[in-house]
């Protein structure tokens, strides 16, 4: 399954082995850990729904790190 992941072609297929959710996809770019956001199409997802939010192929998601800064 093909999806477009932080703006490049991504087969979800390579990276992940069950259900595709988010929660899943972040566990297995080892970023499932604090400081990181996530949006689908363009829509945040909360972290307490990232283990119940399906990903389909053709979505967009985009990952976040938060930076601090002065």
């Known amino acids: ?3 477009i992941l932080n703006q490049q072609a991504a087969d979800l297929n390579t990276l ?3 259900t595709p959710t988010v929660a899943a ?3 297995a770019l080892q970023q499932d850990k604090a400081g990181v956001a996530v949006a689908q199409n363009d ?3 909360s972290r ?6 399906l990903i389909d ?4 998601i985009d990952i976040f ?5 002065g």
């Open 1 to 3: 399954m093909n999806i």
């Open 16 to 18: 992940l082995v069950g």
């Open 25 to 27: 996809l972040l566990h």
């Open 43 to 45: 829509t945040i997802v």
């Open 48 to 53: 307490s729904q990232w283990a119940s939010t």
């Open 57 to 60: 192929a053709g979505d967009r």
């Open 65 to 69: 790190s938060v930076i601090a800064g």
